[in-house]
């Protein structure tokens, strides 16, 4: 049968995939039942395609296929339509290579929607979570054929995207665009790289409203009472500077500057251990609060509309939702309260993405009169036991939602199922365990670093005990790397470290005992000096078959 040309070529590329794009599984499978039984169709070749007649419903198929048309009342693509094409397909002339499957489009029409037209169709809430999802390797599962098909559990929606892309599917029926087929050509573009991520983040909302007036006079006030506080000096301050600070954190507060309330926060922790004579104070770590707390005040008056908000802050980060995760306790570890908050941090590597996790149970404690003794345990999730008595046990995550920064939400819409409790050796991947100093310093120790990146499984040929600094009260084991490169363990003593400090000096002298001992230690990468130092937060003596 002799067709026109374009619609010859569309026939030939329209394989079964594309075909349940147009419409759906169960209606291909219906055309091709009805095709199975009915008498052999009538065909009449026209100007803009071929008129098929099956039985008293006629069916003009032109192309693209999607623009073909049937006399039966649906609107949508109906089995009548799908059997004339099978037909058709059937007849066409064979080709050099029958059995050869046809060539994979190049998607053209997809590539060139811009993408800044679909963020425009998404909203800035749904594209920071789409962009999270992709950075974060949490997005869709995207397979490609003579359609792509983009499957986003977590909505639930399932998108197949064809060309043209008018005649895109997706499970919500709509017969337009949808934001679920926008969704789905976006992370398929920003998985080509037709997309560039970082030109599409979204714009701080308007919702932050700073009033920059207001934030500037703040900032000036804050220089103002922290160079008064450098100029009078340490040993003259009164006592009252604690209630100054304060104050200061609470016009921050209601001036929507969260990080220079922090900052300040964490200046007044370090005058409270000052007056309260804590062992664990430092005349450098005070110096350093006063001059990040000025300088950013300093840097927040300067700021101009557009970089202000980023300047100012989140009082709190939203949550993106992620879907499932597969993941593994591997560690926690308690914090209080300078900078006014005091809690634990859980650390769980997940199994599929293979990156970090975390989850942070916290409370502010500068409206405390008297510290707790104890805080209430955390149990998110629905768990059955507190979290940190599924120390390095496997939990699957549904509907989870994290940070930008990975710390996960706490939300009643998130379940977890606990599970067996198994070695970390058997867990987290044997290339990601460092035995080379080099990479950590390289990969690990960048300046203003996020403390997610910086977090490392180490494994020291041999480990060197230090003598306690009763001076400094502190702990500190030397690890060494086959090479020789050192890398210092320290923990400063202070009521929430006394049990990793008892650990470690258990673990010391078990090691002058047996200096054989290859431990594994999980902690946080720093620099200090010229020294390249580890904040432990777990170590293992035992890591999976290997041991």
């Known amino acids: 049968m002799q067709l026109p040309k374009a619609l010859s070529a569309a026939l030939a590329a329209a394989d079964e995939n594309y075909l349940i794009g147009l419409c759906n599984k169960g209606t291909v499978n219906r055309a091709k039942k009805d095709l199975a039984v009915s008498a052999s169709p009538e065909t009449m070749p026209g100007q803009d395609g071929v008129t098929v007649r099956l039985g008293d419903i006629s069916c ?61 169709q998404l909203g800035s809430k749904r594209l920071s979570a789409a962009l999270f999802r992709h950075q974060s390797g949490s997005g869709p599962q995207i397979t490609e054929a003579s359609v792509v098909t983009v499957d986003m559990p977590w909505l639930p929606a399932c998108v197949r995207l064809l060309e043209p892309l008018e005649h895109s599917t997706c499970t919500c029926h709509s017969k337009v665009f949808c ?8 992370y398929w573009q920003l998985k080509e790289g037709v997309a560039d991520p970082s030109l599409l983040q979204p714009a701080q909302p308007a919702g932050a409203a700073l009033d920059l007036e207001a934030a500037r006079g703040v900032c000036r006030a804050v220089q103002e009472a922290l160079a008064a506080q450098l100029a009078t000096g340490l040993s003259r301050m009164p006592p009252g500077v604690c209630e100054t600070v304060e104050r200061m954190a609470a016009l921050c507060h209601t001036a929507k500057l969260p990080e220079l309330e922090r900052a300040l926060r964490a200046l007044h922790g370090e005058y409270a251990a000052y007056f309260g004579r804590s062992a664990t104070y430092r005349d450098a770590e005070l110096l350093q609060r006063l001059s990040t707390a000025f300088r950013l005040a300093g ?15 989140n009082f709190r980060d939203d949550y993106l939702p992620l879907g499932d995760l597969k993941l593994y306790l591997l560690g926690m570890r308690e914090f209080s309260g300078r900078s006014g908050y005091a809690g634990a941090i859980y650390y769980f590597w997940e199994r599929d993405a293979r990156q970090f996790y975390t989850f942070t149970h916290v409370r502010p ?22 979290l940190h008595q599924a120390w390095n046990h496997a ?55 996020p403390e997610r990146d910086r977090l490392a499984v180490v494994r020291p040929q041999r480990c060197e005990p230090q003598p306690y600094d009763a001076i400094q009260q502190r702990f500190a084991l030397r690890l060494l790397d086959g090479a020789g490169r050192d890398l210092w363990l320290e923990v400063r003593y202070k009521k929430e470290e006394s049990k990793v400090v008892d650990v470690l000096e258990e673990f010391a002298d078990s090691l002058k005992k047996d200096p054989r001992l290859s431990p594994v230690f999980f902690g946080i990468v720093y620099r200090e000096g010229d020294r390249l130092k580890l904040y432990p937060i777990e170590f293992f003596t035992k890591w999976g078959e290997d041991t």
């Open 179 to 186: 934001p679920h087929k926008a969704e789905a050509l976006l």
């Open 395 to 449: 939990l699957d995550l549904t509907n989870a939602k994290a940070t930008r920064t990975g710390n996960l939400s706490a939300s009643e819409q998130c379940q977890a199922i606990l599970l067996d409790r198994c070695d970390p050796g058997c867990v987290y991947p044997k290339e990601r365990v460092c035995a080379d100093f080099a990479l950590l310093l390289e990969r690990h120790s960048a300046p203003h670093t």
């Open 365 to 386: 404690t500068f409206y405390e009169k008297e510290p707790r003794r104890r805080s209430s345990p955390a149990v998110p999730w629905g768990l059955p036991c507190p």
């Open 60 to 120: 003009l198929i032109t192309a693209p296929l999607g623009e073909s048309r049937c006399s039966c009342p649906s609107s949508a693509i109906c089995r009548h339509r799908i059997a004339a094409i099978l037909w058709l397909k059937g007849r066409l002339d064979a080709g050099p290579d029958p059995a050869a499957p046809p060539p994979r489009p190049e998607f053209q029409e997809l590539r060139a929607y811009p993408p800044e037209k679909l963020a425009k």
């Open 299 to 313: 840097a927040l008056e300067a700021a101009d509309g557009e970089t202000a908000p980023s300047l100012a802050g």
